[in-house]
């Protein structure tokens, strides 16, 4: 009986561990998947949800299983329908297979509910369900009703829907509560103040997500309060003005285990701090773009001293209160745009910053500097667009913000200075430039003068240099080629001299933006080895000679601007290979020179304890610096930056004096917004090429000595918006007033006495048929740029000229008249005898015959 026994055991163990070592998903769980399918785009990437018997669905894209008992415990089925799909209603019952499923996400599906008798009351046998994500939907109040019988839930996001009101989600008294639900996600939706009265029944509540919804006024705090596990509270983007309490009139928020806030976009006064002074363990506090203003009464809410991150930007305060230097746990501090004014002595004591901004308020800059000098952690400072602070008579201003910066040890280590827009002159501070740690530069805007120093070279960590628009002199100092440089902007200044072995093998140059200065001498040819260059300005310089082929082996270029030069010689034809493949846009040239995650932001400034930290993003790298540059298109200059300079293309070569045809290839140009050929000696036709340039939004090719038709092919262009080709030699039709080329008036054409049709005024001839330009031949091609008519006419006029010359002399001139006259008669003599002689010898040979 016992060795029965233990076999039947041996049996059952051997049993369950084949049993757990199964190789495939369970096949009752598959066939569940396969009748999911349908419910979703054939678009998505859903192909291997294929119904093969023993097809292992744990490999099928969005499904996630237990490596151990290989059930199905993740179904990611977001974003699975398209845009224009219409609104649907989903059986949640068909989830009821995957007993062990922990996460479910059905984000931006255009779900309008559940089918009836079949929505999330369904779902109560999941009892490991801890994920679930319906954000980006278009449900209504009516999902609510059932969802408390989710009792395992953990983490409920139901942001951008159709909610509105108040949130009811305990169900009947017959369902289980929320009670395990930690992570609440309401944003983007349209739920009023009252739905803070039903927090309290979400006991384990520890982040709510409230931004962008319709609280506004008042709005009582009593049911915050009882959310005693609560760490973080979003709030934004709302109408709030004030938080009170109505139970017991009490404003204050008791929630002690409190450690981010965020109340910015909303209108709260300055009465706001006054309910916050008991948040004792809060780390992170945005009250940034509200109705903050005069001076702050900082009475109990300074105590706040495990505070890590503050936000008080763009609000209309005054006055730096001298308590804010007990919040030394501060790491991030922004208080720009507002209208502080005096210097920075509260902020003395701030010795764990990280981050500074002060940009955009009425700060005594250089002066207030000196109050910063024991920051010795600081890595970033933004104080553009602040007050000059002119003192010290006899020295000047750049001497002593040197002076003061240099008894500064501490910013020695900074990575990032900003103090562009502020008015600054004086000479180049050199000890800037021996900054060993220093990634970005912006000293743009101001009035700084005399040459570039040569410690520029030892920047070895540059990343970002912006110098534009100062009056800098002299050259580029040869030796300054940074390894690791991105972008370079020198523009606006008086810059000369050719352009040596500056930035020389700077493989990973982005952008390079030399725009209005004075500088001489050719394009270098080295100018192949910036391999990564994606934005080329030298436009309004003296260059001169050719354009170099070397350009055409840069193949990330999208935008080029070598226009006001002296540049001569033909276009290089290899121009048309920019856009082979995808390389057109390779190296990314927008979002500054970092690339920071959000984790990689909560390490850098030692706050990775905080969970889904909101930094400021103009505070950090990829987006206070962020990658703006100047490009003329459409008659007009403008300013690209973001994502839009990710995909912006051009080349403008106007003002030069270039020579020869346009090249057949740049029709290869299929991706290019803006052509530019204006204002040079071009000759030859109007390539037919150029009907490929499907993306193509402005063409002008105006002021050469084109000559030929203008290609009809052109009328397929549909994102044209601006074209000419006025002031040429063209002739024949003008296309067809049609798509787009049916908005150009008579400005697009005039200056052509050969062109006809509208929008000119000159009709076409119903027999006259436009002048053919054959382009089989160079031989034919220089035969067709002949025009018979003008050439008729001009011999005209030259043979008529010739003839009233001679007239003209014989009149003036009687001795020239008198030998004209002689030598006429001579020939006339001549020719009568001549002729006499020849009629009687014919006779008399015809008697004699």
């Known amino acids: 009986m016992m060795e029965s026994k233990w076999l039947w055991i041996l049996f059952t163990v051997l049993l369950l561990e084949g049993w757990l070592c199964t190789d495939a998903c369970w096949e009752h769980e598959r066939i569940a998947l396969l009748q999911l399918k349908p419910f979703f785009s054939p678009y998505i990437d859903l192909n291997n949800w294929v119904e093969v018997k023993g097809s292992d669905c744990c490999q099928w894209t969005r499904v996630e299983c237990n490596t151990t008992t290989r059930r199905v415990i993740g179904l990611s089925l977001d974003f699975t329908r398209r845009r224009n799909d219409q609104y649907w209603y989903l059986n949640a019952s068909l989830f009821l297979p995957f007993k062990e499923l922990k996460s479910l996400s059905l984000e931006a599906n255009g779900i309008a509910g559940f089918v009836e008798n079949e929505g999330f009351e369904s779902l109560s046998g999941l009892h490991n369900l801890e994920v679930l994500d319906l954000s980006g939907n278009s449900l209504k109040n009516d999902i609510l009703v059932h969802m408390g019988s989710l009792s395992s839930l953990k983490t409920l996001d139901l942001g951008s829907n159709k909610l509105k009101g108040t949130v009811h989600l305990q169900g009947n008294e ?98 706001i701090f006054a309910s916050l002074k008991g948040l004792s363990n809060l780390k992170s506090l945005r009250i940034n773009y509200n109705k903050l203003k005069g001076s702050i009464d900082m009475k109990g809410w300074c105590d706040l001293r495990n505070l890590k991150q503050l936000d008080i930007s763009v609000n209309a305060l005054q006055g730096l209160p001298s308590c804010l230097g007990n919040l030394t746990s501060l790491r991030v501090l922004d208080i720009s745009d507002n209208q502080f004014t005096g210097n920075l002595t509260p902020l003395a004591n701030l010795t764990s910053l990280k981050f500074l901004s002060i940009s955009r308020n009425h700060f005594q800059v250089p002066l207030s500097f000196i109050s910063l000098a024991n920051l010795t952690d600081l890595k970033i400072l933004l104080s553009d667009e602040n007050k000059l602070d002119y003192i010290w008579m006899g020295i000047t201003l750049l001497e002593r913000y040197l002076i003061l910066i240099v008894l500064m040890l501490g910013f020695l280590i900074l990575s ?59 050259s580029i100092p040869s030796c300054f080629n940074p390894p690791h440089i991105r972008h370079v902007h020198l523009s606006g200044n008086r810059l000369s001299g050719p352009l040596t072995g500056s930035l020389y093998n700077s493989s990973s140059l982005v952008t390079l933006d030399l725009t209005a200065n004075n500088l001489a001498g050719n394009i270098p040819e080295w100018i192949d080895t910036l391999s990564a260059l994606s934005v080329l300005l030298l436009k309004a310089n003296h260059l001169e000679g050719r354009i170099p082929v070397q350009l055409c082996k840069l193949y990330s270029l999208s935008i080029i601007d070598l226009s006001q030069n002296k540049l001569s010689g033909p276009i290089p034809s290899c121009l048309g290979n920019l856009t082979s493949g995808s390389s057109f846009y390779k190296s990314s040239t927008y979002g500054g020179y970092y690339s920071f995650s959000d984790q990689d932001i909560r390490k850098y400034i030692g706050m990775e304890t905080i969970t889904d930290l909101s930094v400021p993003s103009h505070l950090y790298p990829s987006g206070y610096m962020e990658e703006w540059i100047e490009f003329t298109t459409k008659r007009g200059s403008y300013r690209y930056g973001g994502d839009i300079l990710d995909y912006m293309s051009g080349i403008d070569l106007s003002c030069n004096k270039l020579t020869g045809q346009i090249p057949f290839e740049l029709g290869n140009l299929s991706e290019i917004h803006s052509l530019n050929f204006s204002h040079n000696k071009l000759i030859g036709i109007i390539p037919s090429s150029f009907s490929n340039l499907k993306q193509i939004e402005s063409l002008d090719l105006s002021y050469n000595n084109l000559s030929g038709t203008i290609p009809v092919q ?51 001839s119903n027999t006259d048929s436009p002048p053919t330009v054959s382009t089989e031949s160079d031989d034919e091609g220089e035969d067709n740029l002949l025009d018979m008519s003008a050439f008729c006419v001009s011999f005209l006029i030259a043979f008529v000229a010739v003839l009233l010359g001679i007239f003209s002399s014989l009149c003036i001139n009687p001795y020239w008249r008198k030998t004209w006259f002689s030598f006429i008669e001579d020939c006339i003599t001549t020719c009568r005898f001549s002729i006499v002689g020849n009629v009687f010898e014919l006779y008399i040979f015809r008697r004699n015959a």
């Open 174 to 271: 017959t369902q289980l509560k929320l009670t395990n639900l930690e992570v609440l996600d309401l944003s983007y939706n349209l739920f009023s103040n009252n739905t803070f009265a039903f927090l309290p029944e979400l006991s384990s509540l520890k982040t709510l997500y409230m931004w962008s919804n319709q609280l506004q006024g008042s709005i009582d705090i009593a049911g915050l309060n009882n959310l005693i596990n609560l760490k973080k509270l979003e709030l934004s983007w709302n109408k709030i003005e004030s938080l009170q309490s109505f139970q017991d009139n009490g404003r204050q928020l008791k929630l002690t285990h409190l450690e981010e806030l965020d109340l910015s976009g909303n209108l709260f006064n300055n009465s």
């Open 714 to 764: 052109l009328v397929e262009l549909n994102f044209l918006e601006v074209f000419s080709v006025a002031h040429n030699d063209l002739s024949g039709k003008t296309p067809e007033r049609k798509a787009q080329f049916g908005t150009f008036d008579e400005s697009s054409y005039e200056g052509n006495p050969l062109l006809c049709g509208p929008p000119l005024h000159n009709n076409c």
């Open 416 to 474: 990032d200075i900003d103090i562009s827009n502020n008015n600054l002159s004086g000479k180049l501070p050199r000890w800037i430039w021996n900054m060993s740690n220093l990634n970005s530069l912006a000293l743009s805007n101001n009035h700084f003068e005399g040459s570039i120093p040569m410690e520029l070279c030892n920047s070895g960590e540059l990343l970002f240099l912006d110098l534009s628009q100062n009056n800098l002199s002299g």
